[in-house]
């Protein structure tokens, strides 16, 4: 009597499960069917084991159930190369590591030429490091990191296309000798330093001393000038200082004839005769003192003919190079040897071809001085001859 009714209830309930187990599978089945693929990525298609194609990015639908897919990047990526030891051409132990950067080109390559093409290029790349590395000698792997990349790229190409996979480039992080060749090295370069730094102060010194005796030898010249110039200035002073003098006593002498002949024209006109007959002579001894009265100077005077000096006076003198030995003179210095320039120009305009000594200029009035006398004496006759005819 209860029986039925349970069994009525589980024939209920049959169609029920049967419906959501369908609908179960067929979320899976379509969950299996649908593959979604990344930008960045391509995946390879297998049914049943078998190759079939690759999948591009997006949504693709593959057989559910039998098949499997494999993703490949095929971005740039980077893989480290573990640091290796080698031994150099010539016996020195260096260790070093790199990176290597690959692109997949052709996954299908990469899929079913290689089993693990990241773990096949990594240890391509150490073996080729190591093998680098041992061809070259230890200066060469410390100074030529450029070398060493190159080679190692040109010896995974080859490889690597087989795969599927391109390397892009290769750089080597690091090369370090062993500890005792690292401080050989280091001692080297203290040395070297220590070296330069000897050189540097010996040069120092040595450029020290000659910008040194350069200044003396500046010094030096520049005193020797100043002494020359001054020996020059010096002797052209004295050599204006005697033209000076000389003058002076010509002018003393002209000025004492002057005097004595004026003392003749007093005693002559203390005489009684009221005619006198002068001599062309004491006529010009008369002009001279009119002049001398009225302030003008002797080199004034007609009788004294203005003349240069001969070239070898000059040359004596040096007045011609004057200018130039004055010129590396300090300004007011120049100013005051080009006045007493002047000054002897002036004196030198007025004066005879030969200029006269004292004693010449003396020995001369003395002459002169005689001269009158015996005129003097001459014309006391003749007034002593007119009186007694008068008398007669």
Same mark, same amino acid.
């Given at each position: @009597?209860?029986?039925?009714?349970?069994?009525?209830?589980?024939?209920?309930?049959?169609?029920?499960?049967?419906?959501?187990?369908?609908?179960?599978?067929?979320?899976?089945?379509?969950?299996? @069917?649908?593959?979604?693929?990344?930008?960045?990525?391509?995946?390879?298609?297998?049914?049943?084991?078998?190759?079939?194609? *690759?999948?591009?990015?997006?949504?693709?639908?593959?057989?559910?159930?039998?098949?499997?897919?494999?993703?490949?990047?095929?971005? &740039?990526?980077?893989?480290?190369?573990?640091?290796?030891?080698?031994? &150099?051409?010539?016996?020195?132990?260096?260790?070093?590591?790199?990176?290597?950067?690959?692109?997949?080109?052709?996954?299908?390559?990469?899929?079913?030429?290689?089993?693990?093409?990241?773990?096949?290029?990594?240890?391509?790349?150490?073996?080729?490091?190591?093998?680098?590395?041992?061809?070259?000698?230890?200066?060469?792997? *410390?100074?030529?990191?450029?070398?060493?990349?190159?080679?190692?790229?040109?010896?995974?190409? +080859?490889?690597?296309?087989?795969?599927?996979?391109?390397?892009?480039?290769?750089?080597? /992080?690091?090369?370090?000798?062993?500890?005792?060749?690292?401080?050989?090295?280091?001692?080297?370069?203290?040395?070297?330093?220590?070296?330069?730094?000897?050189?540097?102060?010996?040069?120092?010194?040595?450029?020290?001393?000659?910008?040194?005796?350069?200044?003396?030898?500046?010094?030096?010249? =520049? /005193?020797?000038? !100043?002494?020359?110039?001054?020996?020059? *200035?010096?002797?052209?002073?004295?050599?204006?200082?005697?033209?000076?003098?000389?003058?002076?006593?010509?002018?003393?002498? #002209?000025?004492?004839?002057?005097?004595? !002949?004026? +003392?003749?024209?007093?005693?002559?006109?203390?005489? %009684?005769?009221?005619?006198?007959?002068?001599?062309?002579?004491?006529?010009?001894?008369?002009?001279?003192?009119?002049?001398?009265?009225?302030?003008?100077?002797?080199? #004034?005077? %007609?009788?004294?003919?203005?003349?240069?000096?001969?070239?070898?006076?000059?040359?004596?003198?040096?007045?011609?190079?004057?200018?130039?030995?004055?010129?590396? =003179?300090?300004?007011?210095? $120049?100013?005051?040897?080009?006045?007493?320039?002047?000054?002897?120009?002036?004196?030198?305009?007025?004066?005879?071809?030969?200029?006269?000594?004292?004693?010449?200029?003396?020995?001369?009035?003395? $002459?002169?001085?005689?001269?009158?006398?015996?005129?003097?004496?001459?014309? $006391?006759?003749?007034?002593?001859?007119?009186?007694?005819?008068?008398?007669?």
């Amino acid at each position: @009597m209860f029986v039925a009714p349970a069994l009525q209830m589980n024939v209920g309930l049959a169609p029920l499960v049967v419906g959501v187990l369908v609908l179960l599978l067929a979320i899976v089945t379509v969950w299996q @069917m649908v593959e979604i693929v990344d930008a960045y990525e391509k995946k390879a298609l297998t049914v049943f084991g078998e190759y079939r194609r *690759l999948l591009e990015p997006g949504i693709s639908f593959v057989p559910p159930f039998v098949s499997r897919t494999y993703a490949f990047d095929m971005r &740039t990526q980077t893989l480290d190369v573990p640091r290796q030891e080698a031994i &150099t051409r010539d016996n020195s132990p260096v260790t070093a590591d790199a990176v290597v950067y690959i692109k997949v080109m052709d996954a299908k390559k990469a899929f079913l030429e290689v089993d693990d093409y990241k773990r096949a290029v990594s240890n391509l790349a150490q073996t080729t490091l190591r093998a680098v590395l041992g061809d070259m000698e230890l200066d060469d792997t *410390l100074n030529k990191r450029q070398e060493i990349n190159a080679r190692i790229r040109k010896e995974l190409d +080859e490889p690597t296309d087989e795969w599927g996979v391109r390397v892009e480039s290769v750089e080597v /992080r690091e090369v370090n000798p062993s500890q005792e060749v690292q401080q050989a090295m280091e001692q080297q370069t203290s040395a070297e330093r220590r070296r330069r730094a000897m050189i540097l102060e010996a040069q120092g010194e040595r450029r020290s001393a000659v910008e040194k005796a350069e200044g003396d030898k500046q010094s030096n010249i =520049i /005193r020797a000038q !100043g002494e020359k110039q001054s020996q020059v *200035l010096e002797a052209q002073g004295d050599a204006i200082s005697t033209v000076l003098r000389a003058k002076s006593a010509e002018s003393m002498g #002209e000025r004492a004839v002057i005097e004595r !002949g004026m +003392e003749t024209l007093e005693r002559i006109g203390e005489g %009684e005769s009221t005619t006198f007959v002068l001599p062309q002579e004491l006529s010009s001894l008369v002009g001279r003192y009119g002049k001398h009265l009225t302030g003008s100077d002797v080199q #004034e005077y %007609e009788g004294l003919d203005s003349l240069e000096f001969d070239e070898e006076t000059r040359e004596m003198l040096g007045l011609d190079d004057i200018d130039e030995m004055l010129g590396q =003179i300090d300004e007011a210095a $120049e100013m005051d040897v080009e006045e007493l320039e002047k000054e002897a120009e002036a004196i030198k305009s007025g004066a005879d071809t030969g200029i006269r000594s004292a004693d010449e200029v003396i020995e001369e009035a003395g $002459e002169e001085e005689t001269a009158e006398t015996s005129a003097e004496v001459d014309a $006391e006759r003749e007034t002593e001859t007119e009186t007694e005819s008068g008398s007669g």
